[in-house]
């Protein structure tokens, strides 16, 4: 297996990024949309890797956590 990647990302990249994977996982045509059974797992794989990692999507505020970290996403560089 190869070593693990690394990637860097901010606590609000990481909000929004999880938020759009969890939610096209969801979608009732995703296997449409992602054909190959290797990429869902893929994203599958990073949806419970973020909610591990970051449980933000289970506080009751998360709707108000997820807005603002889109709004600072929006203005980084």
């Known amino acids: 297996m190869p070593a693990p990647f690394t990637i860097a990302l901010t606590e609000s990249e990481l909000v929004v990024l999880h938020d759009v994977l969890d939610k096209l996982s969801e979608r009732e045509d ?3 949309l992602v054909p190959d059974k290797g990429d ?7 949806v419970c890797l973020f909610e591990r990692e970051n449980p933000i999507s289970f506080l009751p505020d998360y709707e108000a956590r997820l ?4 709004a600072e996403v ?3 560089p």
Do not use: G, H, K, V
């Not at 869902?40 to 990073?46: F, R, T, V």
């Not at 807005?67 to 889109?70: F, G, M, V």
């Open 74 to 76: 929006r203005l980084e």
């Open 40 to 46: 869902q797992q893929a994203i599958y794989n990073l």
């Open 67 to 70: 807005n603002a970290a889109r």
């Open 30 to 32: 995703f296997e449409r």
